[in-house]
């Protein structure tokens, strides 16, 4: 990602959903729950009784992009994106835990303290396209103000995977060995301080300790110990196309 991004993280979310697809219902049988397609750009819908958010995100462009979601998975159903890759991407399609610019999720255990996390997991398993531009990454959030309702001071962004010429914001500065796998460690500013890891293998499912991430971000100045983790956030930054990124199934917990 080269990340010019408030991500529509300066942008209101507005909660609009459209297109509800209509399940059938079959006599003496209970409805399936039906899925839900969202095109507005800042459009997003509570998951999982409110435990996560799946938010549409286009804050970079002015393309079109639909997400069909269904429980805590989602699939980019239409991205008609075409973004040099020496700028922002378009969009963030993405699922979270917490607050983002004031919309928040419930029972997650978030936000708190870098200093004081016990625990912090997550899973998180992805289909990507053969086509397009674009990276499967995490993005954790960190501020001074808990349960911060603006632009938050730090990004912790995990690559997973990425497809096409981009890169991180700012200069690579070593690597690190969490979770049994190498990552390039990749520093910067964007108003606010910026720390990207990026997996040298790539990989369509993983398993995380984020608290290894945390604390290597504390280590390097990144984030302050005392400075919160407002949200854990998973999802696609497309430059080009984008149609087909899915995300099959996610978790977080936080202790």
Not at 69 to 93: I, L, M, Q
Request: hydrophobic share 35%.
């Amino acid at each position: 990602m080269f990340n010019g991004n408030n991500r529509g993280r300066r942008a209101v979310l507005a909660l609009a959903v459209s297109g509800l697809a209509l399940s059938s219902l079959s006599t003496g049988a209970a409805a399936a729950q039906p899925a839900t397609t969202m095109c507005g750009k800042y459009a997003s819908t509570q998951v999982e009784g409110g435990r996560y958010i799946v938010q549409n995100n286009v804050w970079g462009a002015d393309t079109q992009q639909c997400v069909s979601v269904d429980g805590s998975s989602f699939t980019v159903t239409t991205a008609n994106h075409d973004k040099a890759t020496n700028g922002s991407p378009a969009s963030y399609p993405s699922i979270y835990a917490g607050c983002h610019y004031g919309n928040c999720t419930t029972n997650t255990g978030l936000p708190v303290r870098a200093d004081r996390m016990t625990e912090a997991t997550t899973s998180w398993d992805i289909t990507t396209p053969d086509t397009g531009t674009y990276n499967a990454a995490y993005d954790l959030w960190f501020d001074p103000q808990p349960s911060k309702s603006g632009q938050n001071a730090a990004e912790l962004m995990i690559w997973v995977d990425h497809r096409g010429d981009i890169q991180p914001i700012g200069s690579p500065v070593g690597t690190v060995t969490i979770d049994g796998a190498q990552w390039e460690v990749w520093t910067g500013d964007a108003g606010w301080n910026v720390i990207s890891y990026v997996r040298t293998e790539t990989t369509d499912s993983v398993d995380l300790d984020l608290t290894a991430f945390s604390a290597d971000a504390v280590e390097r100045g990144s984030v302050e110990p005392s400075w919160y983790l407002n949200s854990v956030q998973a999802g696609f930054e497309p430059w080009i196309n984008g149609t087909g990124l899915a995300t099959n199934d996610f978790s977080v917990n936080v202790g």
